[in-house]
T-cell receptor, first 106, second 115 residues
Framework: KNEVEQSPQNLTAQEGEFITINCSYS?????LHWLQQHPGGGIVSLFM???GKKKHGRLIATINIQEKHSSLHITASHPRDSAVYIC????????FGTGTSLTVIP | DAGVIQSPRHEVTEMGQEVTLRCKPI?????LFWYRQTMMRGLELLIY????????DSGMPEDRFSAKMPNASFSTLKIQPSEPRDSAVYFCASSLMRHANTEAFFGQGTRLTVV
């Protein structure tokens, strides 16, 4: 069993749709990261959070420490949001989810 | 700051050859991480340094892999001898602190192909 599970693995949405990507983890953590990897391969850190909620533009990340669950929301999705979104947690070690591949269709 | 700089961006080498990947972290960052990404295994942490000292190398797959950080502005990941299964994208990242309230900044990665 993976320490970090993401769902869905693949997601296709129409432009403008509200998108949710989920991440569940089974280990104790000090922080959770959401990363974005574009088709070109570069990785960008979107959020790092240890409690509550963070918002940046159309992106919102939430975490529930008791339930060991985090969600990444994208409002008014756009084709440029198409990427792989990776959930990672830091505790005694780093653990990565396998990623969610998002495609937003115009 | 130009961000985390990795070189080369692409490397193609023959099996058995030595490969050296390079990373320049963001100035002032005291943590440096090396990751490997493959289709089969996703992202994996290989090793990380704090203040140039290796802290955890448990992710290094085998003795063919070695990493050094001779100073705060430079790190290398070496594979000797290289094998086809080492083909992957290798990322370097740096941050100010490993734990809460800090983010890691990634380089563009080095795509390694071993033929």
């Amino acid at each position: 069993k993976n320490e970090v599970e993401q769902s869905p693995q693949n997601l296709t949405a129409q432009e403008g749709e509200f998108i949710t990507i989920n991440c569940s983890y089974s280990v104790g953590i000090s922080a959770l990261h959401w990363l974005q990897q574009h088709p070109g391969g570069g990785i960008v850190s979107l959020f790092m959070l240890s409690s509550g909620k963070k918002k940046h533009g159309r992106l919102i990340a939430t975490i529930n420490i008791q339930e060991k669950h985090s969600s990444l929301h994208i409002t008014a999705s756009h084709p440029r949001d198409s990427a792989v979104y990776i959930c990672a947690v830091t505790g005694n070690q780093f653990y990565f989810g396998t990623g969610t591949s998002l495609t937003v269709i115009p | 700051d130009a961000g985390v700089i990795q070189s080369p961006r692409h490397e193609v080498t023959e099996m058995g050859q030595e490969v050296t990947l390079r990373c320049k972290p963001i100035s002032g960052h005291d943590y440096l991480f090396w990751y490997r990404q493959t289709m089969m295994r996703g992202l994996e942490l290989l090793i990380y340094f704090n203040n140039n000292v290796p802290i955890d190398d448990s992710g290094m797959p085998e003795d063919r892999f070695s990493a050094k950080m001779p100073n705060a502005s430079f790190s290398t990941l070496k594979i000797q001898p290289s094998e086809p299964r080492d083909s992957a994208v290798y990322f370097c990242a740096s941050s100010l602190m490993r734990h809460a309230n800090t983010e890691a900044f990634f380089g563009q990665g080095t795509r390694l192909t071993v033929v």
